[in-house]
């Protein structure tokens, strides 16, 4: 009984906070026509693109990448953070999302700063020389392959630089997940970046759980 009410809290809770975010009218526009999509799911929150602006603006993020990039709300809220002259990479897989980003990121008049690389996230990854360059990543993709982003990613990021892992909950499968699932995956490397010595990391409640990891 007091676990459904703190849950019900809990739900007013994250409405009140979402409420307090400050849209303009093309990230609206992007949320409006992104939520009407058949994978509506895959876009990230208001909250969740304001949080990523303010963290990219107070880390100074100069060189920047972004794995699943979907309609672009995402890398239109990072790219307004970065500090001038910076750039965001994203990495999309589908021609047809890749479009509209860029239609929606040409609109938000932020195109100047960011590059859309098309194709699978893995293969893009590896043609990027494996030497620190990135000092923010937000990882945001296919959920079975984010063991292998994990590791090709690291090695690609700065000492000190910060990577966002959507997702990390998959609405709670976590913790019980049905071996072989994509939650099952996700759980595990949970466990693993829990434990990596390589990293620093904190695990929060954001939309569907985000993973706060900064490299040593």
Known sequence: MVRGVKTALSADSLMYLAGLVDQDEVLARVERETAEMPRSMMQVSPDQGALLQVLVAAVGAKNVLEVGTFTGYSAICIARGLVAGGTLTCLELEDEYADIAQRNIEAAGVEDRVDIVRGPAGASLDAMPEEPMFD??????????????????????????????DNVLMGGDVVDPEPGSSSAVVAELNAKIANDDRVEAAFAMVADGVAFVRKR
């Open 136 to 165: 923010f990543v937000f990882l945001d993709a296919d959920k079975t392959g984010y063991p292998d982003y994990y590791e090709q990613i690291l090695p690609r990021m700065r000492p000190n630089a910060l990577l966002l892992i």
